[in-house]
């Protein structure tokens, strides 16, 4: 791998594709569950789930991935120390490296790099040994305790995995981290610190702890009809919040001369980013909407666009009543009468709300849907609010269309606004 110093116009593309999601794992999975236009959300069971029996909890649903099999992809000394956020993490990341045809040819490891994220790590790990500890005392505390459950024990064990010596970091920037990860990995690209890096985020929440957590601060949906999967629905007139989800996606983000010399196949460049604070509130968005315009306005400068470019726009879009609108109602005062010619959609209601991993895995959803030039639908949206009546939110059901630059907007508490501009090489 060479390091070409000096050189300014440096790019970076993506050339793999690893996502492990409630829909399904590895690319060719997630691109038939997008098709099947089918949701993961299901109501809490009775039993057999970690959130089974928690008693006076309003939200009841939530998606999670039944068939992730560890025993397939570790031997068992390995699988005893690693948690299940750092699981999904090694196996997106090695998917994305078999995807992009690396995985057998990582040379010059100090010069791949690593950029993770995860806005909880591994909690449900640790609230699941605190409570044995209670139980047993510090009997049932492992040495391996630590390491298990800190928040860069992803991108650590990557490097081990892999044998990579490059720069690597971690964020956890709440439900913007995936996209932070994407960013700083395109940056590493840019200033020529690494020729390859593996980027991407993990989130695995569905503790009894975290949830009720949530519940408490009226951010989850309280649906209690029918069909459970309903229980998420961006844009709806009567979505009442977010359904709590597991999962991750890793990408391989590779210098664009690197990868046309090995003749990689390139997914998508990104050409434009932003990442700003509102300053505001933990949980709630300026009512301004002045930040959130500014990182949507940033987003199109650097990658040197300007509205009537955008081909598609995948939103935060966490079915919340705040968010949807205020979201929408931004897009509209940056893009203008631009957006009506513009398709705005909410992939969540597919997979649930993955906190921390959701702009990794929107991400790969917007590459999935620019390779084979498709729309990913709004799924439950059968009674628009009625304030976003001007707004093309592909309801229902996906369309074809070629998608040239795509917009990937993800906003997470704390008043982390990001976004990221995927573009056709």
Request: net charge neutral.
């Amino acid at each position: 791998m060479e390091h070409r110093a000096g050189n300014i116009e440096r790019r970076a593309v993506i050339t793999g594709i690893g996502p492990v999601t409630t829909i399904g794992t590895g690319k060719a999975a997630l691109w038939s569950g997008l098709q099947g236009e089918a949701s993961a959300i299901r109501r809490i069971p009775e039993s057999g789930h970690s959130l089974s029996g928690v008693t006076r909890l309003h939200a009841r649903h939530a998606a999670w991935i039944d068939d992730f099999a560890p025993a397939a992809w570790f031997p068992p000394h390995k699988l005893k120390r690693l948690d299940r956020y750092v699981q999904f993490s090694l196996v997106a990341s090695r998917l994305a490296l078999h995807d992009s045809g690396l995985l057998s040819d990582i040379r010059l490891a100090n010069r791949v790099g690593i950029s993770f994220g995860s806005g909880l790590g591994g909690i449900a790990h640790a609230e699941a040994r605190h409570a044995a500890f209670l139980e047993h005392g510090i009997r049932a505390v492992t040495p391996a305790l630590a390491f298990q459950i800190w928040g860069g024990s992803a991108h650590s064990n990557i490097a081990i995995e892999f044998g990579l010596q490059g720069p690597a970091t971690t964020n956890s920037n709440s439900c913007a981290s995936g996209n932070v990860a994407l960013i700083d990995a395109a940056r590493f690209i840019r200033d020529g610190s690494a020729d390859v890096v593996i980027a991407g985020a993990a989130e695995c929440p569905l503790a009894p702890l975290t949830f009720a957590a949530f519940d408490h601060i009226h951010t989850m949906s309280r649906w209690s009809g029918e069909p459970p999967q309903h229980a998420m629905r961006p844009f709806h007139r009567d979505r009442d919040g977010f359904v709590m989800a597991e999962g991750a996606a890793a990408f391989v983000v590779e210098e664009y001369e690197h990868a046309k010399k090995r003749g990689a196949r390139i997914y998508a460049e990104i050409t434009g980013w932003s990442l700003t604070n509102e300053a505001h509130h933990m949980t709630s968005p300026r009512p301004d909407g002045a930040p959130l315009r500014a990182a949507v306005q940033q987003a199109l400068d650097s990658a040197r666009l300007r509205p009537e470019h955008i081909s598609y726009i995948n939103t935060h879009g966490s079915s919340t009543p705040a968010n949807d609108a205020h979201e929408c109602l931004q897009l509209a005062r940056v893009f203008g009468d631009c957006i009506r010619h513009v398709p705005v959609s909410g992939t969540k209601a597919y997979t649930g709300h993955t906190l921390g991993a959701a702009g990794a895995i929107e991400a790969a959803i917007c590459l999935v849907a620019m390779e084979q030039g498709w729309l990913p639908p709004t799924l439950h949206l059968t009674d628009v609010d009625p304030a976003l009546g001007g707004f093309d939110l592909v309801p229902l059901h996906a369309r074809e269309a070629k998608l040239d630059h795509v917009l990937s907007n993800s906003f997470g508490f704390g008043g982390i606004d990001s976004c990221v501009v995927f573009s056709r090489v």
